[in-house]
Nanobody, 125 residues
């Protein structure tokens, strides 16, 4: 099965920016719709955004719309999450997820079958 590995997390000041990357193994990356989720301390994992297989459609949670951008480079088997104007409450573990079911996945976690290990993002002064 496909393996997903996130990177790019770290410490960032409030109002700052950070870009996360997720690299997928295998030869069929274009079969996968990809998404980002995050989990803040003491809270449930929540949907951040998703991107379709050919980058024709992106969807974002209302809380990040206008500040976050998902993109992908299929030649590099990589999906990105560009985050701007980060806030304290957005501290958490950010996860990359994939779906190859052949239908547009929803915002639900169980629509995704492949998950990375997560990367920590800390927004702090």
């Amino acid at each position: 099965q496909v393996q997903l590995v996130e990177s790019g997390g770290g410490l960032v000041e409030p109002g700052g920016s950070l870009t996360l990357s997720c690299v997928a193994s295998g030869r069929t990356f274009t079969d996968y719709a990809m998404a980002w989720f995050r989990q803040a301390p003491g809270k449930e994992r929540e949907f951040v955004g998703r991107i379709s297989r050919r980058s024709l459609m992106t969807t974002y949670a209302d809380s990040v719309k206008g500040r976050f951008t998902i993109s992908r480079d299929n030649a590099k088997n990589t999906v990105y999450l560009q985050m701007n104007s980060l806030q304290f409450e957005e501290t958490g573990i950010y996860y990359c997820a994939g779906s190859d079911r052949g239908v547009v996945p929803s915002r639900r976690q169980d629509d995704y079958d492949y998950w990375g290990q997560g990367t920590q993002v800390t927004v702090s002064t």
